[in-house]
C-alpha cells in the first residue's frame, strides 16, 4: 500500500537552528499538508499546498515557517529559528483531492529543541 | 469553523468488551476521518466516511450526517487495540478545507 514518508523520524536541534523536515507524499496525490502535535494536545493545522503554492495556513504557520516542493516529489517544512516551543511531532499528510479522499499520513518526526 | 468533541477522554476495558467512541461536530460535513495514534506517536487513517457505516474487522465506524454525529466501536477488544482514537474533520464543512482534530479517546484495554 502506497505510504508518506518522512525523515528523519526524530530530530533534536539547538534552539535558534533552521531544521527542515522532509515529506515524499503518494505519487498521485495532489494536496499536502503539515500538522503538528505538541506532546498531551490535539493535532494542530499548519499549512495546505496545491499547486505548488500554499492554498491555506493557520494562525501557528508565521514568518519562521515555509514550505517547499523543490523537486517534484519532496514535500519540505522549514523551521528558520527554532524555539524551544516548536518541539512536537510533526505530521506530513497527501490526499488525491481536498479532505474528501482519505488523507495519508507520514509516520511523523519528533523534534525536539534544546 | 467547525469545532470537534469526543468522549470519552479516557476508556478502560477488558478485554473482550464492547466499545464505542463518539464524535460530535459542529458544522456539516461531507466527510469524517477515524484515526488511530499508537503510544509511538505515528498516525494510522482507519476510515474516512460520508454516510451510514463501515467496517473493518472488528472495527465498525457510523455517522449520521443530520446530527453530525459519529461514532468508533470495537468488537471483541484486544489489548492491541489500546491507543488513541481520534476524530477529524474539515474545518470548514463540506469536503474542502483540512482538517480540525479532536482531543482524541485513550484507549487501554486490559488482557
Known amino acids: 500500500e502506497p505510504e508518506v514518508t518522512q525523515t528523519p523520524s526524530h530530530q533534536v536541534t539547538q534552539m535558534g537552528q533552521e531544521v527542515i523536515l522532509r515529506c515524499v507524499p503518494i505519487s498521485n496525490h495532489l494536496y499536502f499538508y503539515w500538522y503538528r502535535q505538541i506532546l498531551g494536545q490535539k493535532v494542530e493545522f499548519l499549512v495546505s499546498?496545491?499547486?505548488?503554492?500554499?492554498?491555506?495556513k493557520s494562525e501557528i504557520f508565521d514568518d519562521q515557517f515555509s514550505v517547499e516542493r523543490p523537486d517534484g516529489s519532496n514535500f519540505t517544512l522549514k523551521i528558520r529559528s527554532t524555539k524551544l516551543e516548536d518541539s512536537a511531532m510533526y505530521f506530513c499528510?497527501?490526499?488525491?483531492?481536498?479532505?474528501?479522499?482519505?488523507?495519508?499520513f507520514g509516520s511523523g518526526t519528533r523534534l525536539t529543541v534544546v | 469553523k467547525n469545532e470537534v468533541e469526543q468522549s470519552p477522554q479516557n476508556l478502560t476495558a477488558q478485554e473482550g468488551e464492547f466499545i464505542t467512541i463518539n464524535c460530535s461536530y459542529s458544522?456539516?460535513?461531507?466527510?469524517l476521518h477515524w484515526l488511530q495514534q499508537h503510544p509511538g506517536g505515528g498516525i494510522v487513517s482507519l476510515f474516512m466516511?460520508?454516510?451510514g457505516k463501515k467496517k473493518h474487522g472488528r472495527l465498525i465506524a457510523t455517522i449520521n450526517i443530520q446530527e453530525k454525529h459519529s461514532s468508533l466501536h470495537i468488537t471483541a477488544s484486544h489489548p492491541r487495540d489500546s491507543a488513541v482514537y481520534i476524530c477529524a474533520v474539515p474545518s470548514y464543512g463540506g469536503s474542502q478545507g483540512n482538517l480540525i482534530f479532536g482531543k482524541g479517546t485513550k484507549l487501554s484495554v486490559k488482557p
Open positions: 499528510a497527501s490526499s488525491v483531492q481536498g479532505s474528501h479522499y482519505g488523507y495519508t
Open positions: 458544522v456539516g460535513i461531507s466527510a
Open positions: 466516511l460520508s454516510s
Open positions: 499546498f496545491y499547486n505548488n503554492e500554499i492554498s491555506e
